[in-house]
């Protein structure tokens, strides 16, 4: 293949190729649209020369020329490949708008909320209300790692050499799994399905979902329907009761 080389052109010069099958509504038109009005074109667009045809047909980005052409520009970047065969650019067209990797989940919620909030991010990024709010719930949720925090260290926490500091009394404990990206989706899905059906919402969003997760592991047990704890013997339960779903 040609090495492919970098130019501004004029965007009269591109035309759409007749396979492209990605198809965008109108609402993510608008986004792609407030996306460039944000941050322009620092994607080019892909695109060949096909032998006897004037210009350049479009392999990938034509989402990104059409709305270009809108706002007024007279000029897009693109990244010309050259002479390359139709099946060629068949195959990088795919590619583009393929994806091989999945998001890490809780590091992903952590990257959006730097940069915005739901409403912000839903104006110009390819993702819905529901999409945005299941994703910036696995931070809430904390799902990258196990650390529990045990009786013992309640017991700890009140231990001092010198004198003894009131300490107002500990009503909860933050668990943190590490699960496989396949799970992490279905598990934020359920847990706030769940918060909203046992209605789990007058607490802040950590609780919550805690709240959530043990109706899930407990409400259809022997204990019954699940009472959030309030006390450090209700803790002592609820540990005796996951040892014995672990055994």
Known sequence: MPQPVFLNVHVDQLRKNPWNTNQVNPENEAKIRRSIERNGIFKPIIVREVEGESGFEIIGGEHRWEQAVELGHT?????????????QAKE????????????????????????????DLQDFLPYGDTDLSAIFSASNIALDELELHTSSDREE????D?????KPQ????????????????????????????????????LTNAGDALVQLLLGSSAVGTFTPATNTDNYDLLEQQLAEIEE
């Open 75 to 87: 000029e897009v970047p693109i990244v010309n490949l050259g002479k390359i065969s139709e099946l």
């Open 92 to 119: 990088i067209g795919v590619i583009d708008n393929a994806r091989y990797g999945a998001d890490d989940t809780l590091g992903f919620s952590e990257l959006l909320k730097e940069i915005g909030d739901v409403a």
């Open 157 to 160: 926490d009140d231990e001092d």
């Open 162 to 166: 010198d004198e003894p500091v009131a």
């Open 170 to 205: 500990k009503t909860h404990n933050i668990m943190r799994f590490k699960v496989s990206i396949a799970d992490t989706d279905r598990i934020i899905a359920l847990i706030s399905s769940t918060k909203k059906t046992h209605g789990f919402t007058t607490e802040d969003d």
